[in-house]
C-alpha cells in the first residue's frame, strides 16, 4: 500500500457527462501528480499540484482541470466526456515540489474510466 | 522530439530464467532515468533511478544499466519468478523542470509462466 488513496476504483459514464477523479496524497506530501494511462499511450503526465497552486503542466486538454485543497486533496475533473477519454487516471504524490523522476514519487491504485 | 522506446514490446519467459529490457531514448540533455514496474491494476512502483554518471543500479534481482553515450538502458532481471509479471516503464528526466522533462516509454508487458 503506497498511502495514497484515490476513488472511485472504477467509474462508468456516458459521453457528454462530467466526473470528478478523487485523490488522497500520502500524509505529509505537498505534491499530487495526476496522469493518464491508455492502452496504445502509455502514462501521460497531466499536471501537478503542491501546496495548492499549480506546479507543472502537461498534456492536459482544456475539458480537464484538476486542484488541491487546502487539506492537501485533490481533484481531477473531466467533463464533455469523449469516448478516447477512456483510461486509467493515476494519482502520484511526494513531499517534495520537484517532479517525477527527481523525487520518489508513490502512485495510488489509479481509476478506470470508462466512457460509453 | 524527445523520445523513450522501449523493447521487446511483450515478453514470455519461464519461471527462474533471466530476461534483459532495453530503454533507447533521445531526450537531450539528459538528468536522470528511471525504472517503474507497475502490476496490472495498480500503479507503478519505482525500481532504479540512476542519473548520467551512473552505469549500473541494482534492487534486488534487479539490476538497471545505462551507457549516456549511446542513451541506452536496460533493465535486466535474474532468476525470475511469477511475480515478476508485470509492466515495466522507462522514464527520462530532462535537467530543467516541468512537465515537458519527463518522456515516458510504453512499457514493456513481461509474462513469467511457470
Known amino acids: 500500500d503506497s498511502g495514497v488513496t484515490q476513488t472511485p476504483k472504477h467509474l462508468i459514464t456516458a459521453t457528454g457527462q462530467r466526473v470528478t477523479l478523487r485523490c488522497s496524497p500520502r500524509?505529509?506530501?505537498?505534491?499530487v501528480y495526476w496522469y493518464q494511462q491508455s492502452l496504445d499511450q502509455g502514462l501521460q503526465f497531466l499536471i501537478q499540484?503542491?501546496?495548492?497552486?499549480?506546479?507543472a503542466k502537461g498534456n492536459i486538454l482544456e475539458r480537464f482541470s484538476a486542484q488541491q485543497f487546502p487539506d492537501l486533496h485533490s481533484e481531477l475533473n473531466l467533463s464533455s466526456l469523449e469516448l478516447g477519454d477512456s483510461a486509467l487516471y493515476f494519482c502520484?504524490?511526494?513531499?517534495?515540489?520537484?517532479?517525477?523522476?527527481?523525487?520518489?514519487?508513490?502512485f495510488g491504485q489509479g481509476t478506470r474510466l470508462t466512457v460509453v | 522530439k524527445n523520445q523513450v522506446e522501449q523493447s521487446p514490446q511483450s515478453l514470455i519467459i519461464l519461471e527462474g530464467k533471466n530476461c534483459t529490457l532495453q530503454?533507447?531514448?533521445?531526450?537531450?540533455?539528459?538528468?536522470?532515468l528511471r525504472w517503474y514496474k507497475q502490476d496490472t491494476g495498480r500503479g507503478p512502483v519505482s525500481l532504479t533511478i540512476m542519473t548520467f554518471s551512473e552505469n549500473t543500479k541494482s534492487n534486488g534481482r534487479y539490476t538497471a544499466t545505462l551507457d549516456a553515450d549511446t542513451k541506452q538502458s536496460s533493465l535486466h532481471i535474474t532468476a525470475s519468478q511469477l511475480s515478476d509479471s508485470a509492466s515495466y516503464i522507462c522514464?527520462?528526466?530532462?535537467?530543467?523542470?516541468?512537465?515537458?522533462?519527463?518522456?515516458f516509454g510504453k512499457g514493456t508487458h513481461l509474462i513469467i509462466q511457470p
Open positions: 499540484y503542491y501546496n495548492g497552486e499549480e506546479r
Open positions: 500524509s505529509g506530501d505537498l505534491s
Open positions: 530503454c533507447n531514448y533521445t531526450v537531450s540533455p539528459f538528468s536522470n
Open positions: 522514464v527520462v528526466s530532462a535537467p530543467r523542470g516541468g512537465a515537458d522533462g519527463l518522456t
Open positions: 502520484a504524490s511526494s513531499d517534495q515540489g520537484s517532479h517525477l523522476p527527481n523525487t520518489e514519487a508513490f
